[in-house]
């Protein structure tokens, strides 16, 4: 992995830099500012700077001189942290990567999920500078995906939104994002994800991966080539199946992308349309608790021995006292089928013009299944209020399980207009997002018939009890301006600010029966709540120190909007009584934070020796975040689906400072080596009161969020085929928010291998190649990520998979 800088006029080879800043009103400053692109050529690992202006031929003169290696481009129009990720880097990982993985090799990044592919979003774990995945922003070619909470309510993750194999770039804007990003929860920055322009040329292409656990990937895309007036087009689907390492569980599912594009000198016409439909079984986590001597290493359900499922429960339907908190259920899974589609238009305006206008239409149809023990969980105590003193194994089926769904729905479309225009040394750009996002959340509960079990690939139909509905009617509004000054040749200043407005109205069609939410609870709050934030600023500057070596400078203020979810999570809609939501409203302030940023990049081409280039970025962070969110509920989650009586309250302040320090040596054409090392420290700053006793939190390390990572990644060349080998290091992240539990460090290793096919290619066949790809090289275990505790004493895990390989071959027609 090699990281290069691009002056306006110079896209040369990098130099390494190390350096401290200081900043006013700054303790440290952040990430440096890259960007990721393909060079080219499948097997170029490439960094490609957004808002580059070198050309694509300087490009290809540079990649030629140092040979088909890892390519990192700085992007020296920023003032703040952006690097991209290009489409070669990205399937080099594992063809059909999901792209917010593929990030994980970057500094400052912490991913982990059960699967290979990073496809499996209930267990999902991502951190950026200490803050999570919900704390981010998420973009596909401009479209908000929303905050990527496991229970949808206002998006779809990337890997649902676009093929993998149809991503062009992603891009990570850790700490600050773009002031027009559509997002209304990017407080630590902001993940943009590309689609790929159709193919000047007509063709098709078509990808097979087949490997561990009966996995089967099939991809296929037509492109049309030009035709008519600037017209282009092309179709794709993909087919994907995997069976879940320690449980018999197909995970997988179906989707289709099609766009066109028209290019004429007025401007450029998009339309894009998606179609996503997965069933993914998932893992319990496995619970641990404070002094425990031993606790399993998987929990995976039963199914498909059914007969197995009834001998696990006692006649009355309890579970096993010895398994304790780590009872296996029948089956969970689930279901999500999404159409995501926009038209866009970018018109010339004039030379120095352009207006941008983007409309798009989000509907998602899915439900979360659970088909579990009904003497488990505070179950018994729930049952019992819709169906008093009657036998609850016989009201369910008889077979001693119950499944629980909680089915979602959204409808939301949405508008993007922004203005581009250079006025002399200006750069000024003026926008809006509109959108309007209709969502619900029912719980649901069905029998499991004995005579009939159902299985994680059905829907549950005819319900026994709808525990409650909500339905929650959201608008939002967000405008932009900023400017930037190019004072002289080698020095940009840039300002402006954006302003996030969220009008929500929540209302609950069906309330839960008194006791079947909390105890003592009458009914789920109902009523609106307005936020505005009109002005949240952002200033920068970016110094071309020389050709070389570049400096930035930026600081930025962001909001997160209240989560307009209702029933669940850490939204007002999901407090136990009207008087609390009315308290919350009164009272409560949206999260923000500030982020201060500093970075030095450069590169060096050496004329002798060994080592041919040097590439390297140093970049320092400093982070107050205020006003932090906390659902906090006297029965701990695990423990009990019912819950307590929750109150979500601000309780206090979170400050970060971190660094990241990244660079590649190489040496020559055939070999490589990219190491990231990043730093980040980030603890609270106040206790709060759970409303029994004050929860020591001061000066505690975030949990979740390591402090240390480290990651590398080499590669050689010789003749036909590219290796690559990845490692992976994450140091020890505490599990409690008192940090009195912690998981160890892992290191695990990941191995890619991939050449041409000559013996293949002729007649119709063209560019025939292989890759194969080896995870947890050295088939480590250990604990992969962590479900922080909502007890002091108590947390969750999911487990290190083990070693998986993986063949592809891919061709083209």
């Given at each position: 992995m090699m990281i290069r800088t691009a002056s306006r006029a110079h896209a040369g080879a990098m130099a390494a830099c190390l350096a401290a800043f200081s900043f006013p009103m700054l303790a440290m400053a952040a990430n440096v500012?890259?960007?990721?692109?393909?060079?080219?050529?499948?097997?170029?690992?490439?960094?490609?700077?957004?808002?580059?202006?070198?050309?694509?031929?300087?490009?290809?003169?540079?990649?030629?001189?140092?040979?088909?290696?890892?390519?990192?481009?700085?992007?020296?129009?920023?003032?703040?942290?952006?690097?991209?990720?290009?489409?070669?880097?990205?399937?080099?990982?594992?063809?059909?990567?999901?792209?917010?993985?593929?990030?994980?090799?970057?500094?400052?990044?912490?991913?982990?999920?059960?699967?290979?592919?990073?496809?499996?979003?209930?267990?999902?774990?991502?951190?950026?500078?200490?803050?999570?995945?919900?704390?981010?922003?998420?973009?596909?070619?401009?479209?908000?995906?929303?905050?990527?909470?496991?229970?949808?309510?206002?998006?779809?993750?990337?890997?649902?939104?676009?093929?993998?194999?149809?991503?062009?770039?992603?891009?990570?804007s850790s700490g600050a994002g773009d002031l027009a990003t559509a997002s209304t929860s990017n407080l630590g920055g902001t993940i943009e994800t590309f689609s790929a322009d159709p193919l000047a040329t007509r063709g098709a292409t078509v990808q097979q991966t087949v490997g561990s656990h009966r996995t089967?990937?099939?991809?296929?895309?037509?492109?049309?080539?030009?035709?008519?007036?600037?017209?282009?087009?092309?179709?794709?689907?993909?087919?994907?199946?995997?069976?879940?390492?320690?449980?018999?569980?197909?995970?997988?599912?179906?989707?289709?992308?099609?766009?066109?594009?028209?290019?004429?000198?007025?401007?450029?016409?998009?339309?894009?349309?998606n179609y996503s439909d997965k069933i993914e079984p998932n893992e319990d986590s496995t619970v641990h608790v404070a002094g425990e001597k031993s606790a399993p290493y998987t929990r995976p359900f039963l199914y498909p021995d059914f007969a197995a499922a009834l001998a696990y429960l006692s006649p009355t339907g309890a579970t096993p006292a010895a398994d304790g908190n780590n009872y296996h259920n029948y089956y969970s899974d689930a279901q999500r089928t999404d159409y995501l589609s926009y038209a866009k238009y970018e018109a010339n305006l004039s030379e120095s013009a352009t207006w941008s206008n983007q409309l798009y239409y989000h509907h998602d149809d899915g439900v979360g299944v659970v088909a579990g023990p009904i003497g488990v969980a505070g179950l018994p105590g729930l049952f019992s209020v819709y169906y008093p003193n009657q036998n609850l194994k016989q009201v369910f089926g008889n077979s001693g399980y119950a499944t629980r769904t909680t089915e979602y729905a959204i409808n939301r479309a949405g508008l993007l207009s922004t203005v581009r225009m250079e006025l002399g040394e200006h750069q000024v750009q003026?926008?809006?997002?509109?959108?309007?996002?209709?969502?619900?959340?029912?719980?649901?509960?069905?029998?499991?018939?004995?005579?009939?079990?159902?299985?994680?690939?059905?829907?549950?139909?005819?319900?026994?009890?709808?525990?409650?509905?909500?339905?929650?009617?959201?608008?939002?509004a967000q405008l932009h301006l900023q400017d930037e000054w190019r004072v002289r040749p080698d020095l940009a200043l840039q300002a402006g600010f954006k302003s996030s407005l969220q009008f929500a109205q929540g209302s609950f069609p069906v309330q839960p029966a008194k006791g079947a939410i909390a105890n003592g609870s009458l009914a789920l709050p109902v009523g609106e709540i307005?936020?505005?934030?009109?002005?949240?600023?952002?200033?920068?500057?970016?110094?071309?120190?020389?050709?070389?070596?570049?400096?930035?400078?930026?600081?930025?203020?962001?909001?997160?909007?209240?989560?307009?979810?209702?029933?669940?999570?850490?939204?007002?809609?999901?407090?136990?009584?009207?008087?609390?939501f009315d308290l919350f409203k009164a009272m409560a302030k949206p999260e923000t934070s500030v982020t201060y940023e500093a970075g030095l990049r450069g590169n060096r081409i050496l004329p002798s020796g060994p080592v041919t280039a040097i590439d390297s970025q140093i970049s320092l962070y400093h982070v107050d975040f205020k006003d932090r969110l906390l659902q906090i509920s006297p029965t701990p989650v695990l423990l009990s689906i019912i819950g307590g009586n929750p109150v979500l309250a601000n309780v206090g302040s979170v400050k970060t400072d971190g660094i990241d320090l990244s660079g590649t040596l190489h040496f020559g054409r055939a070999f490589s080596f990219y190491d990231a090392l990043s730093y980040n420290h980030s603890t609270y700053s106040d206790n709060y009161s759970n409303g029994a006793a004050t929860v020591a939190t001061a000066g505690k390390s975030v949990p979740g969020s390591p402090e240390w990572m480290n990651k590398f990644v080499a590669t050689a060349t010789v003749a036909d085929t590219a290796f690559q080998l990845i490692g992976d290091y994450v140091g020890k992240r505490y599990a409690t928010y008192t940090n009195d539990l912690s998981v160890p460090s892992y290191f695990l290793l990941s191995l890619g291998v991939s050449g041409k096919l000559p013996f293949l290619n002729g007649g119709v066949l063209k560019n025939a190649r292989y890759r194969v790809n080896v995870s947890n090289l050295l088939d480590r275990e250990g604990s992969l990520n962590v479900v922080v505790g909502a007890a002091d004493k108590t947390y969750n895990t999911f487990p290190i998979a083990p070693r998986q390989a993986f063949f592809t071959v891919m061709a083209d027609f």
């Amino acid at each position: 992995m090699m990281i290069r800088t691009a002056s306006r006029a110079h896209a040369g080879a990098m130099a390494a830099c190390l350096a401290a800043f200081s900043f006013p009103m700054l303790a440290m400053a952040a990430n440096v500012a890259s960007a990721v692109a393909d060079m080219g050529t499948p097997d170029s690992l490439a960094m490609v700077a957004a808002d580059s202006t070198a050309s694509a031929a300087e490009f290809a003169t540079e990649a030629a001189a140092v040979g088909p290696i890892t390519t990192v481009e700085i992007a020296t129009r920023k003032t703040r942290s952006s690097v991209a990720l290009g489409k070669a880097d990205m399937q080099k990982i594992l063809p059909g990567v999901n792209p917010l993985k593929a990030l994980h090799t970057l500094p400052g990044v912490s991913f982990q999920t059960a699967d290979p592919w990073g496809n499996n979003e209930q267990n999902l774990s991502l951190f950026v500078h200490g803050f999570s995945g919900q704390q981010l922003g998420y973009t596909m070619d401009g479209v908000p995906l929303g905050d990527q909470q496991y229970g949808n309510y206002n998006g779809l993750s990337p890997q649902r939104a676009v093929i993998s194999e149809n991503v062009s770039s992603v891009i990570l804007s850790s700490g600050a994002g773009d002031l027009a990003t559509a997002s209304t929860s990017n407080l630590g920055g902001t993940i943009e994800t590309f689609s790929a322009d159709p193919l000047a040329t007509r063709g098709a292409t078509v990808q097979q991966t087949v490997g561990s656990h009966r996995t089967s990937r099939t991809y296929a895309r037509f492109d049309t080539g030009s035709f008519g007036n600037g017209n282009s087009a092309y179709l794709s689907a993909i087919h994907h199946e995997a069976r879940a390492w320690d449980f018999q569980g197909r995970q997988g599912g179906d989707q289709v992308n099609a766009k066109f594009v028209n290019r004429s000198d007025a401007g450029k016409l998009t339309v894009f349309f998606n179609y996503s439909d997965k069933i993914e079984p998932n893992e319990d986590s496995t619970v641990h608790v404070a002094g425990e001597k031993s606790a399993p290493y998987t929990r995976p359900f039963l199914y498909p021995d059914f007969a197995a499922a009834l001998a696990y429960l006692s006649p009355t339907g309890a579970t096993p006292a010895a398994d304790g908190n780590n009872y296996h259920n029948y089956y969970s899974d689930a279901q999500r089928t999404d159409y995501l589609s926009y038209a866009k238009y970018e018109a010339n305006l004039s030379e120095s013009a352009t207006w941008s206008n983007q409309l798009y239409y989000h509907h998602d149809d899915g439900v979360g299944v659970v088909a579990g023990p009904i003497g488990v969980a505070g179950l018994p105590g729930l049952f019992s209020v819709y169906y008093p003193n009657q036998n609850l194994k016989q009201v369910f089926g008889n077979s001693g399980y119950a499944t629980r769904t909680t089915e979602y729905a959204i409808n939301r479309a949405g508008l993007l207009s922004t203005v581009r225009m250079e006025l002399g040394e200006h750069q000024v750009q003026a926008g809006l997002w509109l959108e309007h996002n209709r969502s619900e959340a029912y719980r649901r509960w069905y029998a499991l018939d004995v005579n009939h079990p159902s299985s994680p690939y059905d829907r549950p139909s005819n319900p026994l009890i709808t525990q409650y509905g909500s339905e929650i009617n959201n608008k939002v509004a967000q405008l932009h301006l900023q400017d930037e000054w190019r004072v002289r040749p080698d020095l940009a200043l840039q300002a402006g600010f954006k302003s996030s407005l969220q009008f929500a109205q929540g209302s609950f069609p069906v309330q839960p029966a008194k006791g079947a939410i909390a105890n003592g609870s009458l009914a789920l709050p109902v009523g609106e709540i307005i936020t505005k934030k009109w002005f949240l600023p952002q200033a920068g500057a970016r110094w071309d120190i020389s050709a070389q070596d570049q400096l930035f400078v930026n600081v930025q203020k962001n909001m997160r909007q209240f989560v307009t979810y209702g029933g669940g999570g850490a939204s007002p809609w999901s407090l136990a009584s009207q008087q609390a939501f009315d308290l919350f409203k009164a009272m409560a302030k949206p999260e923000t934070s500030v982020t201060y940023e500093a970075g030095l990049r450069g590169n060096r081409i050496l004329p002798s020796g060994p080592v041919t280039a040097i590439d390297s970025q140093i970049s320092l962070y400093h982070v107050d975040f205020k006003d932090r969110l906390l659902q906090i509920s006297p029965t701990p989650v695990l423990l009990s689906i019912i819950g307590g009586n929750p109150v979500l309250a601000n309780v206090g302040s979170v400050k970060t400072d971190g660094i990241d320090l990244s660079g590649t040596l190489h040496f020559g054409r055939a070999f490589s080596f990219y190491d990231a090392l990043s730093y980040n420290h980030s603890t609270y700053s106040d206790n709060y009161s759970n409303g029994a006793a004050t929860v020591a939190t001061a000066g505690k390390s975030v949990p979740g969020s390591p402090e240390w990572m480290n990651k590398f990644v080499a590669t050689a060349t010789v003749a036909d085929t590219a290796f690559q080998l990845i490692g992976d290091y994450v140091g020890k992240r505490y599990a409690t928010y008192t940090n009195d539990l912690s998981v160890p460090s892992y290191f695990l290793l990941s191995l890619g291998v991939s050449g041409k096919l000559p013996f293949l290619n002729g007649g119709v066949l063209k560019n025939a190649r292989y890759r194969v790809n080896v995870s947890n090289l050295l088939d480590r275990e250990g604990s992969l990520n962590v479900v922080v505790g909502a007890a002091d004493k108590t947390y969750n895990t999911f487990p290190i998979a083990p070693r998986q390989a993986f063949f592809t071959v891919m061709a083209d027609f």
